[in-house]
């Protein structure tokens, strides 16, 4: 060792060793060449922004380097933002949660009357949790003044730390958890949701559904309309469905168009999320509309969140869950449902939720089942066990 004391660890013959700094405003690291980078508990470092600015850039692009920002998660912040990146796949980081039940400390030894709550014994199905962990966590929940800090401090899925710090969703987390642990057979007509993006940030993502499951989910960058209307067209050819939901928002329309034309108009269905929805709104005394959703796509929301709250299965995703738990919504003057837009997600740092869209957009009719449309060669389109001419 050449030099040893609390900051540098330094081995002079060869040529390498470790270096400790405190996160500053002034850009801690700026100067220096590293190889690898561990930034600790960065969700409560000042102006992350700039300190990041400053530190990544200290290690080269090459083979055998390595950057990791690890912290507990302190509410929606700027670490936040990257976590949402990372985990939509929209930058070069890997997303990786830890939960506290993978460390074998965290369990209590059982007092004589311990019984799990009807709430305790949920949570341990869901996580595989035995009651040595339940116990632990109860132990750890009193000295919290709410059990949301708890769940910021020690979370069991990477949304639930955020979720439970300052942010309120349309789609609550517990739902979303719940249907990522059910295990439903696919059944009944195949209905596809598709939520088209360009070339830029945004994702085109494709849902499948059947019955009370979301079979999977693909979602895909920088595709162009045709690129989008031809992957469709060859869903359409190899998985038969009986029903293409679309948004014609945006580079929607032209993927719609073009599918239209390429002779695919009784499958597809054109949805405007800017629209009005289609379910009529329920009415006051006075005769006069009084709640509901607002438009189409909040209708959809409701929908899919309905289909939530009873047994629904959807795909193990880390960032599907991401997508549906960072919607917000308010009410309008007359109380209706208004989701919060794309446009000011991205304000607050927060990636397009596309995959929750894909699969809301598979939610066109409040109880899942496809309309029936007719052919525009007028043929009967058949559908299990039901003949619609």
């Not at 040529?15 to 508990?41: F, M």
């Not at 300190?51 to 390595?66: C, F, H, K």
């Not at 074998?104 to 009357?113: G, M, S, V």
């Not at 709410?146 to 401090?153: A, K, P, T, V």
């Amino acid at each position: 060792t050449g030099t040893s004391n609390a900051e540098e660890l330094i081995f002079d013959n060869i040529d390498s060793g470790y270096l400790v700094s405190v996160a500053t405003e002034e850009g801690s690291g700026r100067s220096a060449t590293a190889q690898i980078l561990h930034a600790s508990e960065a969700a409560f470092w000042v102006d992350l922004p700039t300190q990041l600015a400053a530190l990544m850039q200290t290690v080269p692009d090459i083979d055998g380097t390595e950057i990791i920002i690890e912290t507990t998660a302190n509410g929606y912040n700027d670490f936040h933002k990257l976590w949402r990146k990372a985990e939509s796949g929209g930058s070069e980081f890997t997303a990786v949660f830890l939960p506290w039940s993978i460390d074998p400390a965290y369990r209590a030894k059982l007092p004589d009357d311990f019984v799990m709550t009807a709430e305790e014994t949920k949570l341990a199905e869901l996580h595989g949790l035995d009651a040595e962990q339940i116990c632990w966590r109860r132990n750890k929940i009193s000295g919290f003044s709410s059990e949301e800090y708890f769940c910021q401090e020690y979370p069991l899925v990477a949304s639930e730390a955020f979720i439970a710090a300052s942010f309120d969703s349309y789609i609550p987390a517990d739902l979303v958890l719940r249907a990522r642990k059910e295990d439903i057979a696919p059944h009944g007509p195949l209905m596809i949701g598709v939520d088209p993006a360009g070339k830029g940030a945004d994702r085109t993502a494709i849902a499948w559904r059947r019955g009370s499951c979301i079979e999977k989910i693909e979602a895909r960058r920088g595709l162009d309309t045709m690129e989008v209307a031809g992957l469709v067209a060859k869903i359409i050819r190899e998985d038969k469905p009986v029903r293409v939901n679309i948004d014609v928002g945006g580079l929607g329309v032209g993927v719609y168009d073009r599918l239209v034309e390429q002779g695919y108009g009784s499958v597809i269905n054109a949805v405007n999320f800017g629209g009005k929805p289609i379910e009529p709104p329920p009415y006051d005394e006075t005769g006069r509309p009084a709640g509901g959703p607002a438009n189409r796509r909040a209708e959809l929301y409701v929908n899919l969140r309905k289909a939530l709250e009873g047994r629904f299965s959807l795909p193990d995703s880390t960032s599907l869950q991401g997508d549906l738990t960072s919607i917000g919504y308010k009410f309008t003057s007359d109380g209706r449902l208004l989701l919060e837009a794309k446009e000011d997600m991205r304000r607050r740092g927060v990636p397009s939720p596309d995959e929750g869209d894909a699969v809301a957009l598979c939610f066109t009719e409040p109880d899942g089942a496809p309309v029936p449309r007719v052919s525009n060669f007028n043929r009967p389109l058949i559908y299990p066990n039901i003949v619609y001419v």
